[in-house]
Antibody, heavy 117, light 108 residues
Framework: QVQLVQSGAEVKTPGSSVKVSCKAS????????FSWVRQAPGQGLEWMGG????????NYAQKFQDRVSITTDESTSTAYMELRSLRSEDTAVYYC??????????WGPGTVVTVSS | SSELTQDPAVSVALGQTVRITCQGD??????ASWYQQKPGQAPVLVIF???NRPSGIPDRFSGSSSGNTASLTITGAQAEDEADYYC???????????FGGGTKLTVL
């Protein structure tokens, strides 16, 4: 059974950065892509970007292109999402999900990121 | 970029059938996937491809597609089906993943 375990909640100040991790187990890490999706309080799902570990290719939503970096460490089957220049509007739950052809079949539990001065 | 449009809210009487729709140009090329999200929980994939259910998803959930519209049908809705439902697909212009705005389903 595939499991995605995410790092814990973060509280950040405006202008800082956050890096969220997502450790996969129970599947072949490099065979799939991994997407990051966020959900602001009371809002819908928003795709931020994704990575294909075997090719180390990334794809970012235009909205986050300048502020986000998604990476992987195949030795630990872990994906990372770093978001820079944080602002209050980035307060959200951040999910990682295993993806194949835009089908997100397994999701992590989410990481709450709060941006506040 | 491609957009997917969903009705914000839909209601259904207990035991009745409800259809939740998702419209967008990308659906003429790609199938939609559907996700169920209950409060405080991560989304769960319920339908993908032409009409496929992951293991553990009840067979009262089904999917269909016609033109630019994808539909999720729940036949015999149960109280536990009350949740937010999101569709997603791929943007034909840039290969990005795109989500609909979500539909809040209330079971009366």
């Amino acid at each position: 059974q595939v499991q995605l375990v995410q790092s814990g909640a973060e509280v950040k100040t405006p202008g800082s950065s956050v890096k969220v991790s997502c450790k996969a187990s129970g599947g072949t890490f490099s065979s799939y892509a991994f997407s990051w999706v966020r959900q602001a309080p009371g809002q819908g799902l928003e795709w931020m970007g994704g990575i294909i570990p075997i090719f180390r290719t990334t794809n970012y939503a235009q909205k986050f292109q300048d502020r986000v970096s998604i990476t992987t460490d195949e030795s630990t089957s872990t994906a990372y999402m770093e978001l820079r220049s944080l602002r209050s509007e980035d307060t959200a739950v951040y999910y990682c999900a295993r993806e194949k052809e835009a089908i997100l079949d397994y999701w992590g539990p989410g990481t709450v990121v709060t941006v506040s001065s | 970029s491609s957009e997917l449009t969903q009705d914000p809210a839909v209601s259904v009487a207990l035991g009745q059938t409800v259809r939740i729709t998702c419209q967008g140009d990308s659906l003429r090329t790609f199938y939609a996937s559907w996700y169920q999200q209950k409060p405080g929980q991560a989304p769960v994939l319920v339908i993908f491809g032409k009409n496929n259910r992951p293991s553990g998803i009840p067979d009262r959930f089904s999917g269909s597609s016609s033109g630019n519209t994808a539909s999720l049908t729940i036949t015999g809705a149960q109280a536990e089906d009350e949740a937010d439902y999101y569709c997603n697909s791929r943007d034909t212009s840039n290969n990005h993943v795109v989500f609909g705005g979500g539909t809040k389903l209330t079971v009366l």
